[in-house]
């Protein structure tokens, strides 16, 4: 049963564009929502991340929107680049139990 | 000391082998991981140890065996694996009890032949 539902598949986005990546979950247990970025041959890193008392949380070019009511969450990459192409999984955790999404290959034309 | 350290990189083995995963972390973190990875898909949660103690087995085959010597330290030991197992196996730690900040080492791509 997959805990997480993670929207688009893949996304293709002109450099300067918006790459905006959905999420819902179900689970109203979960209490910390991560965004996990990962480039082909490495371990998925930590890129930004919230919790369901935050609406909305920015580090540089990258936003999480959270909706509480609705159970979903959405990452949004300004001004994208090429060197943010690369394949985001959102995640939701309780204790020690991290579930992820299916994921999302982003690509940035240049 | 920010990383989470694997080895081996690359691993090959076959069905009757018997072989093992290694993970270390010099971060102070008290929890650490095993997920499976394949190829386009997301990691799949295996095996949590807090403070050196297994807390979550997420149902996995008993041919795969984790260990955790210490705080640092964390192993998975194969045993008669299926070419079904193949994949890239990821360690991550967090600073503590609660999964969050998950720190991911580069993984393990195994090859079962």
């Known amino acids: 049963q997959q805990q997480v539902k993670q929207s688009p598949q893949s996304l293709i986005v002109q450099k300067g564009g918006i790459s905006i990546i959905n999420c819902a979950y179900e689970?109203?247990?979960?209490?910390?929502f991560p965004w996990y970025q990962q480039f082909p041959g490495k371990g998925p890193a930590l890129l930004i991340a919230?919790?369901?008392?935050?609406s909305e949380k920015k580090e540089g070019r990258f936003t999480i929107s959270f909706n509480k009511s609705a159970k979903q969450f959405s990452l949004h990459i300004m001004d994208s680049q090429p060197g943010d192409s690369a394949t985001y999984f959102c995640?939701?955790?309780?204790?020690?139990?991290?579930?992820f999404g299916a994921g999302t290959r982003l690509t940035v034309k240049p | 000391d920010t990383e989470v350290t694997q080895t081996p990189k690359h691993l090959v083995m076959g069905m009757t082998n018997k072989k093992s995963l290694k993970c270390e972390q010099h971060?102070?973190?008290?929890?650490m991981y095993w997920y499976k990875q394949k190829a386009k898909k997301p990691p799949e949660l295996m095996f949590v140890?807090?403070?050196?103690?297994?807390?979550i087995n997420e149902s996995v085959p008993s041919r795969f065996s984790p260990e955790c010597p210490n705080s640092s330290l964390l192993n998975l030991h194969l045993h008669a694996l299926q070419p079904e197992d193949s994949a890239l196996y990821l360690c991550?730690?967090?600073?503590?009890?609660?999964?969050?900040?998950?720190?991911f080492g580069s993984g393990t791509q195994l090859s079962v032949l």
């Open positions: 991550a730690s967090s600073p503590r009890d609660g999964g969050e900040k998950l720190f």
């Open positions: 689970n109203t247990a979960f209490d910390y």
């Open positions: 919230i919790r369901p008392d935050v």
């Open positions: 995640a939701a955790s309780m204790a020690n139990d991290m579930r």
């Open positions: 971060m102070g973190h008290r929890a």
């Open positions: 140890y807090s403070y050196e103690k297994l807390s």
